[in-house]
């Protein structure tokens, strides 16, 4: 890779920056919490959860179909709040960068899969537009990560070419899916590696 070709960076928010939305330790945890079958909560979020992170139906729809389906003790909007509150930031990460934006002149742009509530959520929650000059975010544009569509049309409405940007995600096989488009892709694995590379952008 050659850093001085680089005019945009992408990043993924969860992994990265926070802990994931709604991943499979949240769920895990909701259901020890609120005292439902896992098990079964988690079959019925695998068959409809890619469609609530393309923005197809709200957090609503989502939670009627995978929880609330059969009669509760417990309320929609106390869920929410749960699901809300497993969104933690994840050490130093944020703050650096937040910094170094400042001291470089380079276009930063979040590309994730979230569905809209949570995404609009953390957005608002961790102040992300100190980050991020936009958000490619699933629920958006309508297509998910691997889906080599989201990519493009990252590429596309920021008009570079894959070769001159850059692209931050924790896991591997989205990494890959970058990397086949062309697109300098890095595993962030920790702070201080991905902070390094960063700093070669510095002004």
Known sequence: MDVSQIKVVF??????FLTNGWGHESRQKAAEVFGFDYDEMNVLHNFIYNVFEIGSISLDQYLDTVVFHSPRDFTKTEFQDFMFAQSVELPQMLPWV???KKRTDLPIFALSNEGREL???RIEKFNLHEV???FFSSCYVG???PDPRIFKTALKITSVNP??????DDRPML?????KLGINAI???????????LKNFIK
Do not use: C, L, P
């Open 187 to 197: 595993q962030h694995t920790s702070f201080e590696e991905t902070t390094d590379m």
């Open 163 to 168: 070769a001159e940007s850059i692209y931050f």
């Open 98 to 100: 937040k910094k170094w």
């Open 119 to 121: 995404n609009d959520y």
């Open 143 to 145: 297509f998910r990560k």
């Open 11 to 16: 990043f993924d928010i969860g992994g990265v």
């Open 175 to 179: 990494v890959t899916a970058a990397k």
């Open 132 to 134: 991020f000059d936009g």
